[in-house]
């Protein structure tokens, strides 16, 4: 099931588009935005697959909201959405899965949401080839077997993943959206640069304004993640 953002300051292309997203099959939530910095602050706080995005909005257009979207999130597609042929070439700068004109192509938007949901599904059936609970990863040259209940958390360290069993580091150039969807469910994206395994958590703690600091059980205190606010809600469930 795929979380879908649209992006555009028009009103009724953002209800047209909603409509046709929310009939096609696979779709979980649809998330609005009028302007970029709104799209932004989205994917900041969820899990988003698709964005559609207008260019042209005011505030802070669709191509530089891309630009700071894909930064946060690595695996998030991006489709355009606009009048202007112009900026086409530009849209490569952020790996654009599609660009498409306005009048809409609805079948292209279709088309889109299915292809992703396809790859989704080969991902869970190469997942289903690996035992449970065992993770695989390649560092360098060498491949590791991880027992997932070892791993405490896992981190984004500039262009790496860390992650941090109770005893060793392990480090691999996968995104956290590609290694979320290989680990179990005792797994929470907790924040944009963490990934927690919920069963060794020992303790949380309120850290600042926005967020809380995560302990786990069986290491030293220097070794902890983060949550944020919006996350903590669904622990306190």
Avoid: W
């Amino acid at each position: 099931m795929l979380n879908i953002l649209i992006c555009d300051d028009d009103n009724y292309t953002v209800r047209v588009l909603e409509k046709v997203i929310e009939e096609t099959e696979g779709v979980k939530e649809i998330f609005l935005a009028s302007n970029g910095e709104e799209a932004v602050e989205i994917v900041k706080n969820n899990d988003i697959d698709i964005a559609f995005m207008d260019i042209d909005m005011p505030i802070m257009d669709g191509l530089e909201a891309a630009k700071v979207m894909v930064s946060i999130e690595e695996d998030l597609k991006i489709v355009f959405i606009t009048a202007y042929r112009d900026y086409a070439c530009d849209s490569y700068e952020v790996k654009a899965l599609d660009y498409i004109l306005k009048p809409i192509d609805f079948s292209r938007v279709k088309k889109n949401i299915e292809r992703i949901m396809k790859e989704a599904s080969a991902s869970r059936q190469e997942k289903t080839l690996i035992p449970n609970n065992l993770l695989i990863i390649k560092e360098k040259q060498d491949y590791h077997m991880i027992n997932m209940p070892e791993i405490n958390y896992i981190e984004k360290e500039h262009n790496l993943l860390v992650i941090n069993t109770i005893d060793k580091k392990y480090y691999t150039n996968l995104t956290l959206s590609e290694i979320e969807k290989k680990l179990t469910s005792n797994f929470l994206r907790t924040h944009k640069s963490y990934i927690v395994n919920l069963k060794n958590i020992q303790r949380i703690e309120p850290y600042g304004d926005s967020s809380f600091i995560i302990y786990f059980k069986n290491t030293d205190e220097l070794s902890n993640a983060l949550i944020t606010k919006e996350k903590m809600k669904l622990l306190q469930l």
